[in-house]
């Protein structure tokens, strides 16, 4: 069979999404049954990053062909230029693992990812224009689609609740965690000393202002010596002079910063008010920091390991910054409580693998 794979965002500076599209594309060509077909790359410009991954095997018939659909604007790429493309040349399969899907054939499969519906949970939180372009594309995709992947039990009881979706064509597939070298070689390298982590974007739905707040009120009530990192894209919050030399925001940072920031955290936290799977949570579980998390969406189903009577992370609620600094002050003040969720953490992280995903997402392609 001919399987088309749409990339239409670049791989370089990943986070939550372009971390599953990159680790995915590396392992499905590991996986048993990928030699039998043909996969195709599409996308709008042939990366550096894209051409490490369609060469990373040795074997040909192990290896991605690599197709750049060129155009002349920013926009309307899927449903223009790659909708051509699929009528131009027959595919049999179209997986779509982020975004909109093109006009197909009718014969053409297609199978779409859906990371979370964060837009329905949250609309104030998402200009109008934004929100109804998001429930368009969601529409679109589910209504359209073979075969829907979902990376929780939380964003598939999400898509039945807010689009119906017939529940025997979704596939709960959950995303893999890193295998994170550059943290072991960082060694105990610190320049910031004691110190709380968030790692992620700064969208409103992240609950920074909460965490702040709760920074704020361990520093006043409980007198830390702890500094708060704030690491990812977009995050720009304005610090008010009581906490200016103690709140860092390091914007985006390479990979291994990143994992030797996680590595040598006292506790990381991620006060989202909504996930559709949480990749941080885990990654900091699997270089043994403790964490702190929301108590809804996907949070609690990625933290309670099913073999484990309690969950292996601290789970608060996001909307009441008391008691995100009470989980987080439950953990450094008790070193035998957070050595024991850094033993959880990392029993429940072992559950996670992104060659797992990638035969799990193979074999959904194609059933």
Sequence with gaps: MKIAISVNIP????????????????????????????????????TETLKEIAE?????????????????????????????????????????????????????????????????KLPRMYPFLKRKLLRWITEKNVKRANKIITPSKSTKNDL????????????????????????????????FGKYILYLGRGDLRKNINGLIKAFRILKKDHKIPHKLILVG?????????????????????????????LKNADVFVFPSFYEGFGLPILEAQKVGTPVVCSSISSMPEIVFNPSDREPSAVLVNPYKPSE??????????????SDELVKRGYENVQRFSWPKCAKETLDVILK
């Design 160 to 191: 039945i609740k807010y689009y119906s979706v017939d529940k025997s064509k979704i596939f709960v597939v959950y995303h893999g965690v890193g295998n994170p070298q550059a943290a072991f070689d960082a060694g105990q390298t610190n320049k």
């Design 233 to 261: 894209p977009n995050i720009g919050y304005k610090i008010t002079r009581d906490l200016k030399q103690d709140v860092i925001c390091t914007g985006y940072i390479n990979d291994e910063e990143k994992w030797g920031l």
């Design 324 to 337: 995100i600094a009470e989980g987080i002050h439950k953990v450094i003040r008790n070193q035998a409580f």
């Design 56 to 120: 990373g095997s040795t074997a040909d018939n192990r290896r991605y062909i690599l197709k750049e659909l060129k155009w002349p604007f920013k926009k309307f790429w899927t449903i223009v230029r790659l909708s051509w493309e699929m009528h131009s040349n027959k595919y049999d399969i179209l997986f779509v693992p982020a975004h909109l899907h093109p006009f197909l054939r009718k014969k053409t499969k297609l199978i779409v990812t859906i990371q979370g519906l964060e837009f329905e």
């Design 11 to 46: 791989l370089e500076h990943r986070t939550g999404v372009e971390e599953y599209i990159y680790h995915l594309l590396w392992n499905l060509s590991t996986i048993d049954g990928f030699e039998n077909h043909q996969f195709f790359i599409l996308t709008p410009q042939i």
